[in-house]
């Protein structure tokens, strides 16, 4: 279990830092969020969590209106221009705790998200009040850089601030602005349920090594072992016990299947 939202609004007021809260309906994007605080005095937040190859993870912090370029800022962290994308919804589970439409820096709390990078818009200190969810989308809170920056240092994090709208070059001269940011740990979730070609409609292996396959193999053969079986029980290895004790036939006939069963399968 990660921070709750009033677990996280009494580490606010335990570091007395100044902050307004709104309740609202529960919303899913910026728009939406805009009806109900668009009017309460502070710049909106939109949030992006995002994942590299390496399975290296980030939460982009921006002002509302600033234009986030994915494959500019992939580059400017050293990834190349395809490095960057959305990270799976799990992820959001599993590592910032919180559900879909809930990501702000707050979610940096829990530390299953300890290797996640944040890289906030410069943008915010040019507001007097920034707004982000606390953890929950039904509600909504609004504080200065500077609250937020206290925030950030009570859990071991140095704000970094950064322009997102910038596209300086990249090249053999010019190295990336942007790669001290990489998070130095990857974060491997375990058993994510994302399909492969070698997993079936449940979501489960076929066959998971060697070890597995030898094992399903063996477990196959068995099946030809109860057709053989029932092939010499047709052909002739009948019970000699009168069909008349039909208890006797069945035991009989159970004993002699099993016997013929075991047989056929220590040939494997």
């Known amino acids: 279990m990660g921070y709750s939202k009033d677990q996280l609004l009494a580490r606010l007021k335990e570091l007395q830092i100044d902050f ?14 805009a009806k109900y605080v668009g009017n309460v005095g502070g710049a909106l937040s939109k949030n992006l969590f995002l994942k590299d190859k390496k399975h290296r993870y980030y939460v982009v912090s921006a002002l509302a209106d600033t234009k986030v370029d994915m494959k500019v800022l992939s580059q400017r962290l050293g990834l190349g221009k395809g490095g960057l994308r959305m990270a799976p919804e799990e992820a ?39 707004i982000f969810h606390p953890l929950s989308n039904d509600m909504s809170i609004s504080l200065n850089a500077f609250g937020l920056d206290k925030f950030l240092k009570s859990i071991g994090r140095d704000p970094t601030y950064i322009d997102l709208e910038a596209n300086p070059p990249v090249g053999k ?11 130095l740990g990857s974060t491997v979730l375990p058993d994510l349920p994302e399909k492969t070609p070698s997993q079936d409609s449940s979501g489960n292996h ?40 039909a208890g006797k036939f069945v035991e009989e006939l159970l ?14």
């Open 20 to 33: 307004s809260q709104y309740e609202h309906p529960v919303v899913l994007t910026v728009e939406a969020q």
């Open 92 to 130: 959001l589970g599993e590592i910032l705790k919180v559900p879909l439409g809930c990501v702000t820096p707050f979610a940096l709390v829990n530390e299953s998200a300890s290797h996640v990078s944040l890289l906030l818009d410069k943008g915010f200190k040019t507001q007097e009040r920034c």
């Open 173 to 183: 001269d010019q190295p990336p602005d942007l790669a001290s940011l990489v998070p």
């Open 206 to 245: 076929p066959s998971a090594g060697n070890n597995s396959t030898a094992v399903t193999a063996k477990a196959e053969k068995p099946s030809s072992a109860v057709q053989n079986v029932k092939e010499k029980s047709v052909n002739g290895v009948r019970p000699s016990i009168p069909s008349t004790d």
């Open 255 to 268: 004993d002699r299947t099993s016997t013929l069963l075991l047989s056929e399968v220590s040939l494997f």
